[in-house]
């Protein structure tokens, strides 16, 4: 054959008219030249049937010989990546594609979201407020020395423990000072920084209230505690019977606002659980999860004030502003600030630093206050729709625990709670009932008897989704 004619492997049309990038990469020619085009051949570049250049036009646009191509289409031909036939070339192998398995079905209640949230635990995530805070975070980074943005002092930055003394003292009636507050990310972190020093110095159990967040029960169980329950009635945790627990050696309260049924702790009761904890050394564990927020009440400020040695006190930001946030406090007992610090860790690895300095130029400039007095009024005003629409459309229940918090507790007729939630996740409304927060194991006599009943969030729902909450709250009561 002449050199002037054409082979029938060049005759055919091929991709040789156009670049081929190829990152030729590995150990030789050969094999980066092979990588190259499996990779191609993998991600689609080259098309399946595609015709790929000859070999001598593939050398020269490479700058390689042309028995490293050829070495090379042989491979991936005998590997099954490329075809070679006389008088067609070689191509990119035809390929089975894959036969993707059929999505599972989701279970049908996870698939129906619900259109309103009125379970308890969130507040108002629609006001937010974003501006404020932006403005906080940007003077807070603007301020920042640099030594801030290390891994931080165990106890949490200065600047937001400075100011968290005053306005804890000032707001909440907290006796402390910086040196014995604690930050964390939340609550549910400082009780198991709790529950871990607890553990070490030999507690065996925690006594709760009869009705709480199980979450909090499983934490201090998880970590080797009995949880005993307290009996919870119209005045609270009756803690006059905290002397019957004598393997406990603290006890965990709600005392502003119990959780969930919305009863603050009568005075005589809060003497009670002090003295209990002077005469046995125990600790009384303070959630005071939303105590600025009360509306028909005289203020009842913290139980840690009456006795700052025997209260550890928890405080967040999840309920004044967002659980998002992650932010919350510990003010504690002298004794325990070491042992906290070293469940912790000596690096506060836990909270952002910037997120803590935000929130203390946030709180320093006063709005953090204006925020909780706007809500406040907000949440009293929800409230107040919430009793009234139930008075006229539904005058068989009766409202409890309003005198403060983000929940109300509608009580039920007999035998009705279960139906009743049902019937609400059906019309697409999310409630809680108060069954779902007591500590049945431990049902102690002379308990207040169970209460069918809803824990109702009004504070959740958003402005536009607060009047289709409270109708479809009304329709599916009994």
């Known amino acids: 054959m002449k050199e002037s004619q054409t ?10 008219g156009t670049d081929l990038h190829l990152e030729l990469r590995g150990p030789g ?9 499996r990779e191609a051949v993998r991600t689609g570049r080259l098309a399946p049937g595609m015709r790929l250049p000859a070999s001598r036009s593939l050398a ?34 035809e390929r089975t594609p894959l036969v993707r398995a059929a999505p599972a079905a989701r279970p049908k209640a996870a698939a129906q979201r619900p259109l309103y949230r009125m379970r308890p635990g969130a507040p108002d995530l629609a006001n937010f407020p974003r501006a404020k805070w932006l403005t906080a975070a940007r003077r807070a980074l603007t301020m920042a020395p640099n030594d801030a943005l290390g891994y931080g002092d165990g106890l949490g930055r200065e600047e937001l423990r400075t100011v968290l003394a005053d306005y804890l003292a000032r707001a909440r009636g907290v006796r402390t000072e910086p040196e014995r507050i604690v930050v964390c990310a939340g609550f549910h972190h400082g009780l198991a920084l709790m529950a871990q020093v607890l553990k070490e110095r030999e507690v065996h159990a925690v006594t709760v209230e009869a009705y709480g967040l199980d979450l909090y029960r499983d934490l201090l169980s998880g970590a080797g505690l009995h949880t005993p329950a307290v009996p919870v009635d119209e005045h609270g945790a009756r803690t006059g019977e905290l002397t019957q627990h004598r393997e406990s050696g603290a006890v965990l309260l709600t005392p502003a606002h119990q959780y969930p049924t919305g009863v603050a702790l009568r005075p005589d009761r809060r003497v009670e659980a002090v003295e209990w904890a002077r005469a046995t050394g125990g600790l009384i564990l303070e959630d005071d999860y939303d105590g600025e927020f009360r509306y028909d009440r005289q203020p009842v400020g913290a139980l840690q004030g009456l006795d700052p040695d025997r209260v550890v006190y928890f405080g967040s930001v999840s309920k004044s502003l967002a659980p998002g946030v992650r932010l919350g406090w510990m003010v504690l007992p002298a004794e325990l600030i070491a042992p906290v610090v070293a469940a912790k860790g000596y690096g506060d690895y836990m909270s952002s630093v910037l997120e803590q300095l935000t929130l203390a130029e946030f709180m320093a400039s006063g709005a953090y206050d204006r925020h909780v007095r706007s809500m406040r009024l907000r949440y009293r005003r929800r409230r107040d729709e919430l009793v009234a629409a139930l008075a006229r459309r539904a005058p068989r229940v009766r409202v409890a625990g309003i005198a403060a918090g983000l929940q109300a507790v509608v009580e039920l007729p007999h035998g ?10 059906r019309h697409g409304l999310e409630v809680g009932g108060l069954a779902e927060f007591h500590h ?17 969030n009004f504070a959740a729902p958003s402005d536009s989704a607060w009047a289709g909450a409270l109708d479809t709250l009304c329709r599916v009561m009994p």
């Open 29 to 37: 020619l050969r094999t980066g030249l092979s990588d190259a085009l």
């Open 7 to 16: 082979n029938s492997e060049d005759a055919q049309p091929s991709v040789s």
């Open 440 to 456: 049945r194991p431990t049902v102690l006599d002379g308990e207040m008897p169970e209460q069918d009943a809803l824990v109702v």
């Open 416 to 425: 009705t709670e279960r139906s009743v939630v049902q019937e609400a996740a």
């Open 60 to 93: 020269a646009d490479l700058g390689i010989s042309r028995n490293t191509v050829t070495d090379a289409y042989a491979e991936l031909v005998a590997e099954g990546w490329l075809t070679a036939r006389q008088g067609s070339g070689t191509r990119v192998a």
